[in-house]
């Protein structure tokens, strides 16, 4: 047994049900968005944390391993002149073909529920 019930204006109802999922859609892409920036920022502190650690252990390796010399006056150095250090140009990396993410492939489902909307 199936029920039908007779709506008003199903176009417009229809729009309005279709803008809520684009909402929707892109509340959850911002909410995860926002959890991989911090998941990257958390790794990216740890990282740093590891990076000072070890560089605060070579700094006071440096200052113990370094010779007592006798305080005299500063002796004068002559000035060389350096040539300037000239790069080269690196060459160009070609472009690996790019695949879908899942990101990209939801940017373009809600490009297309646009469309459809502004069709209606």
Same mark, same amino acid.
């Given at each position: 047994?199936?029920?039908?019930? #007779?709506?008003?204006?199903?176009?417009?109802? #229809?729009?309005?049900?279709?803008?809520?999922?684009?909402?929707?859609?892109?509340?959850?892409?911002?909410?995860?968005?926002?959890?991989?920036?911090?998941?990257?920022?958390?790794?990216?502190?740890?990282?740093? !944390?590891?990076?000072?650690?070890?560089?605060?252990?070579?700094?006071?390796?440096?200052? !113990?391993?370094?010779?007592?010399?006798?305080?005299? !006056?500063?002796?004068?150095?002559?000035?060389?002149?350096?040539?300037?250090?000239?790069?080269?140009?690196?060459? !160009?990396?070609?472009?690996?073909?790019?695949?879908?993410?899942?990101?990209?492939?939801?940017?373009?489902?809600?490009?297309?529920?646009?469309?459809?909307?502004?069709?209606?």
């Amino acid at each position: 047994m199936s029920v039908h019930t #007779r709506i008003d204006q199903p176009i417009t109802i #229809r729009k309005d049900l279709l803008e809520c999922a684009i909402d929707c859609a892109e509340i959850l892409r911002s909410i995860e968005n926002v959890k991989k920036i911090h998941n990257e920022r958390e790794l990216e502190k740890k990282k740093l !944390k590891v990076v000072m650690d070890k560089l605060r252990v070579l700094n006071s390796r440096f200052h !113990k391993d370094l010779p007592q010399l006798p305080r005299e !006056k500063p002796i004068k150095e002559e000035v060389v002149e350096l040539e300037p250090i000239r790069h080269e140009p690196k060459p !160009k990396k070609q472009p690996k073909p790019r695949t879908m993410s899942p990101e990209e492939r939801a940017n373009r489902e809600l490009e297309a529920l646009r469309h459809k909307i502004e069709s209606l």
